[in-house]
């Protein structure tokens, strides 16, 4: 897959939301789609522990497991796209500067991210 940006993921999020909203979802709904999908994505952890640690589980395999954490990290991703563009911020440059403060704060300045 070719490189994709934060910024073209939020292009993309952006027009979608429009197609598929119309608009009418604000920084609220948003918020509450993120929970949603953090749930589902902390109930697939919960099935990978019980199944890391052999207990009952509903049968999935591993590979089910791993599928169902990519998309809903997927998920989670994209929402993000979306809050920051109703927050009119760049979620790239976001995670870059708050990944550089926190390598700086604890002295990792040899890990920051640069250009």
């Known amino acids: 897959m070719a490189d994709v940006t934060y910024r073209m993921m939020q292009n993309a999020c952006g027009l979608r939301n429009e197609?598929?909203?119309?608009?009418q979802f604000d920084l609220r709904d948003h918020i509450v789609e993120?929970?949603?999908?953090?749930?589902?994505?902390a109930s697939?952890?919960?099935r990978l522990r019980r199944f890391q640690v052999?207990?009952?589980t509903d049968g999935r395999t591993m590979a089910d497991l791993n599928y169902a954490l990519a998309?809903?990290?997927?998920?989670?991703?994209?929402v993000l796209c979306n809050i920051a563009n109703e927050l009119h911020l760049d979620l790239g440059e976001c995670v870059v500067e708050k990944?550089?403060?926190t390598s700086d704060k604890y002295g990792f300045t040899d890990h920051k991210v640069r250009p």
């Open 19 to 23: 197609a598929w909203t119309g608009g």
């Open 34 to 41: 993120m929970v949603e999908e953090f749930g589902e994505f």
């Open 44 to 46: 697939n952890v919960k």
């Open 54 to 56: 052999g207990a009952a």
């Open 71 to 78: 998309n809903e990290l997927g998920d989670m991703g994209v």
């Open 99 to 101: 990944f550089n403060m």
